[in-house]
Every structure is written in C-alpha cells, then in structure tokens.
C-alpha cells in the first residue's frame, strides 16, 4: 500500500509496486477469473483498501452474497473513493469502478443489487487488500 503523496506516477513505477497479477487487472482493466478471488466467501469485518495505492473502498459490513456472480460483491462504497466510467469492452456496456485516488480498475457495478442501494459493485479481488478491525 502507498499514501496519496506516494502512489506511482508512471507505468514503470506502478510495474515495480504491482504484482503480475495485480498489474494486469488494476492498470490494465483485466478481470481476475470468476470464483477464483479469495475475497469471495470472506465475511469478517473490516474495510476492503485500493490494493494500488491503500484508499479505503468498501466497509465489510456492505459486503454480501451476490449468489453466484463469482466476485466480492458490495452494496455500497465509502464516500469519494470511486469513480465510474463507461465501459464498452466485450460487446457490453457496463459501468466501470475505479479507484478515485489512483484510478485503478476494480470492476462493474451493476443495478440488481439488495437494498438500501441496489447497486451491485462486482469487485476483482486482486484489486482490493482486506484490512481486518482490531
């Protein structure tokens, strides 16, 4: 994790910081394959953090089950931290999430989730560090 002064500014430098993995999905809109993210079944309190650059993303406690989606799936975001854009990829339009802070790619968020929102943010799990209470 970095602070806001320290986050990279340049492709080599965020190469340096990332994993391969961690590269692929976060600076280059990858998607980490469904079901194999080990955020998934996880249900422990605590804040889920931008894993480029450490931004407080999502409270545990807005993390649910999204039945089959095969991604962490949260119904609500921490004020500020993400930003939307469209994506037109795939032969979809969907809309992306990403970090405000250093706008890396996190994943979708998608209008069928529970309430209060119904907002379904469909997060790669490579994308986010889970940060557990003390």
Not at 63 to 85: L, T, V
Not at 88 to 107: D, I, N, Q, Y
């Amino acid at each position: 994790m970095t602070d806001a002064e320290s986050t990279p500014q340049t492709d080599e430098e965020w190469r340096e910081l990332l994993t391969d993995e961690e590269y692929r999905v976060l600076r280059e809109q990858g998607t980490e394959p469904k079901f194999t993210g080990e955020y998934i079944g996880k249900d422990d309190d605590g804040a889920y953090r931008c894993a480029g650059c450490g931004t407080v993303l999502f409270d545990a406690d807005t993390k649910f089950d999204s039945e089959g989606s095969g991604w962490p799936s949260f119904y609500d975001a921490a004020d500020g931290a993400i930003e939307f854009r469209e994506d037109r990829s795939h032969g979809m339009v969907r809309t992306e999430v990403v970090c405000a802070a250093c706008e890396g790619h996190l994943g979708h968020v998608f209008e069928d989730g529970p309430d209060p929102t119904g907002k379904r943010y469909c997060i790669n799990s490579v994308a986010i560090d889970f940060e557990p209470d003390e």
